[in-house]
């Protein structure tokens, strides 16, 4: 049994990043890809989601919203305080 103490300490990270489909696709474009390069880039399997993703069809994970964030916007993830 693990004491509380050596659980990490995850109330740092909030996800306040979204993407609509529509800025989800301006930061592909953004980032000079195409749908099938980008898929194989977050390693999601084809273009296709990519483009359900742009179409508004299926939600896009959190993940892949802060990996477009931090390679289109040059916002990376929050990190924790370390004062």
Do not use: C
């Not at 103490?5 to 993407?19: E, H, P, Q, Y």
């Not at 194989?40 to 964030?69: F, K, Y």
């Amino acid at each position: 049994m693990y004491a509380s103490s050596t659980v990490a300490n995850t109330d740092w990270f909030t996800l306040d990043k979204t993407l609509t489909p529509s800025e989800f696709r301006e930061a592909r474009q953004k980032l000079g890809l195409s749908q099938e390069q980008l898929s194989q880039l977050l390693q999601v399997g084809s273009g296709r989601t990519v483009r359900r993703w742009e179409a508004g069809e299926r939600d896009i994970p959190g993940p892949v919203v802060v990996l477009m964030h931090w390679l289109a916007f040059n916002q990376p993830p929050s990190s924790p305080d370390t004062n």
